[in-house]
């Protein structure tokens, strides 16, 4: 099937929606004191995000004025930017600060060598970008969204431990994973299927731009029961299931009362996806499970074991997707978020292929 394996559309997918959608890059905790930044990739741009001297968070591209080089990598904090190859330096909100042993001065101009920046909003405590110019906000478009998540606290809970990986699949077939519960039973059999059974996974709503499934918790299984304090006081639906809202193009976001995983896809190549994430908890909870022997080191390896279910699957989907007999069958219920994600791909996608008629 060659919407897994084909480079014109891995092409056309960087400059029609990664290029130009809200894309998730992180949490406003890695940059909450002033001269925090951190590295990214948005569809092959090199980005700096960066907590700037007026306290503003900032989206930069870390591509040197000079004559190319990542002027960062990786996070830190600072209140200079200093690109590694002739150390051309900048402040936190792109302006060039110095250029050793010029003759001429760079800006004499009046200052329009600097970083070109891009819209950045943050929302429910993620940091969203968007390389587009002057693009139409994201807030607006994930009102019902934000109304499912919101009253779980996630804009102030802490990364307790963070995903960065790289998964031998198409992008789409890692998204497809997340988007629906009905594969737990078969990938996560065991623990995780005991406390998230198939059975229990229910499509809920979906707009243009997000869509929501839920997930019965069984709160008396050894995963769920830590958490069914906090579902008692939440009550309602919340109180026996579990959200998961998937924000197109690319990032998931599922909540129990006591935890949040937050995942995104970004293609690197038609067959490889760069994985990033995290499990949020409430502040009380990071010092508690911080201070429990072995909570800690119990939780990574459940996410480990649930990141590594799926991602083995990708090796064997996207190995079967290049088979000529490899065909779509019929889709259950619960996974009706799957037909809209692929809606929102047709909707970009489609209309800039051939001439207009
Ligand atoms: S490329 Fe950055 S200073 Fe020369
Ligand atoms: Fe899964």
Redesign the pocket.
């Known amino acids: 099937m060659a919407a897994y394996t084909s480079q014109d559309l891995f092409q056309l997918e960087a400059e029609e929606i990664f290029r130009k959608e809200w894309i998730c890059v992180g949490r406003d905790e890695q940059v909450r004191e002033i001269g925090d930044w951190f590295t990214t990739e948005i569809a092959g741009e090199p980005i700096v995000i960066t907590r700037d001297e007026d306290n503003e968070v900032r989206a930069l591209s870390s591509i040197?004025r000079?004559?190319?080089?990542s002027?960062a990598n990786g996070a830190g904090n600072s209140r200079r930017l200093t690109?590694p190859?002739?150390?051309?330096s900048y402040s936190l909100d792109g302006s060039l600060r110095g250029a050793p042993l010029m003759d001429e001065p760079v800006n004499s101009d009046g200052g329009s060598c600097k970083l070109p920046s891009f819209a950045l909003e943050s929302w429910l405590g993620f940091i969203f970008v968007n390389l587009a110019e002057d693009p139409a906000p994201l807030a607006p478009k994930l009102e019902g969204a934000e109304a499912t998540l919101a009253p779980y606290g996630i804009k102030d809970w802490r990364i307790l431990i963070s995903f960065d990986e790289v998964w031998a699949g198409n992008w789409k077939l890692a998204l497809e994973t997340a988007l629906e519960g009905y594969h737990l039973d078969g990938l996560h059999a065991g623990e995780i299927a005991e406390m998230l059974p198939s059975k229990g996974a229910k499509f809920i709503e979906a707009t243009k731009q997000w869509s929501c499934f839920r997930l019965d918790v069984n709160f008396e299984s050894a995963f769920g029961e830590p958490a069914k304090p906090f579902a008692k006081a939440m009550g309602g639906t919340d109180a026996t299931s579990s959200p998961t809202v998937s924000i197109h193009p690319h990032v998931n976001i599922s909540c129990t009362p006591a935890s949040s995983t937050w995942l995104t896809f970004m293609p690197l190549e038609p067959g490889r996806t760069r994985v990033q994430g995290a499990y949020l908890v409430p502040a009380a909870e990071y010092e508690r499970i911080h201070q429990a022997e072995g909570e800690l080191e119990m939780t990574q390896q459940v996410l480990a074991q649930l990141n590594r279910e799926d991602s083995s699957a990708m090796v064997d989907l996207q190995r079967n997707a290049g088979s000529r007999f490899a065909e779509p069958g019929l889709l259950n219920e619960r996974e009706e978020a799957l037909v809209h994600f692929y809606r929102y791909l047709a909707d970009r996608l489609i209309s800039v292929e051939g001439p207009a008629q």
């Open positions: 040197c000079h004559r190319y080089m002027i690109c190859y002739h150390r051309w």
